[in-house]
């Protein structure tokens, strides 16, 4: 399987700040396609977790540019510019590209 | 508006079976494939398996972890998904989502606990 690594595990930031999450997988995540399948997702406490970015760097309806994906082959990075209190939880990436899908083991941002 | 929402689950004893439904609105259902994805309390989601749209035959994929014991499957007529868990374990015990394909919409979650 693939294994991805999330770092780091948790992160304390204030609002108005930077914040920037890696994920590392254990081989190329570029498909047949040509296409890379890492996603990032945000689970908000209670919530089911909602996809944020998908093929690295595209951002989903509604998500704020705040929010950017970057990364190629096995290095990714989520950045957020300025973080706000509705960005507290817990961050995943996940792969879509090797069976089975993994997910990183999460990233929680909390609040300095 | 996409609409998942899971039910079935509950508690059931260490070798035990359980079929969990998914009920799927606001899409045209046959065009997507749909995923079953678990997570334990605390831990990462760990992906189960999908089951490919109609056009790609409505064949299936399973993670290693589950495959021989879960089946998906679905009812195209009712928009329904369907995940058959057998011989269950502790270690199955999880809340369980159903999620389009692209992951970009989940179900709300349903709680399954293997317990004696």
């Known amino acids: 399987d693939v294994v991805m690594t999330q770092t780091p595990v948790s992160l304390s930031v204030a609002i108005g700040q930077p914040a920037s999450i890696s994920c590392k997988s254990s081989q190329s995540l570029v498909g047949t396609s040509g296409k890379t399948y890492l996603n990032w997702l945000l689970q908000r406490p209670g919530q089911s977790p909602k996809r944020l970015i998908y093929?690295?760097?595209k951002l989903d309806s509604g998500i704020p540019d705040r929010f950017s994906g970057s990364g190629s082959e096995t290095d990714f990075t989520l950045k957020i510019s300025r973080v706000e209190a509705d960005d507290l939880g817990v961050y995943y990436c996940l792969q879509g590209t090797h069976f089975p899908y993994t997910f990183g083991a999460g990233t929680k941002l909390e609040l300095k | 508006e996409v609409k998942l929402l899971e039910s079935g689950g509950g508690l059931v004893q260490p070798g035990g079976s359980m079929r969990l439904s998914c009920a799927a609105s606001g899409f045209t259902f046959t065009d997507f494939y749909m995923y079953w994805i678990r997570q334990p309390a605390g831990k990462a989601p760990e992906w189960l398996g999908f089951?490919?749209?109609?056009?790609?035959?409505?064949?299936?994929e399973y993670n290693p972890s589950v495959k021989g014991r879960f089946t998906i499957s679905r009812d195209n007529t009712q928009n329904m998904l369907y995940l058959q868990m057998n011989t269950l374990r502790a270690e199955d015990t999880a809340t369980y989502y159903c999620a389009r394909s692209g992951i970009d919409y989940w179900g709300q979650g349903v709680m399954v606990t293997v317990s004696s």
């Open positions: 093929l690295v760097s």
């Open positions: 089951i490919r749209n109609k056009a790609n035959g409505y064949t299936t």
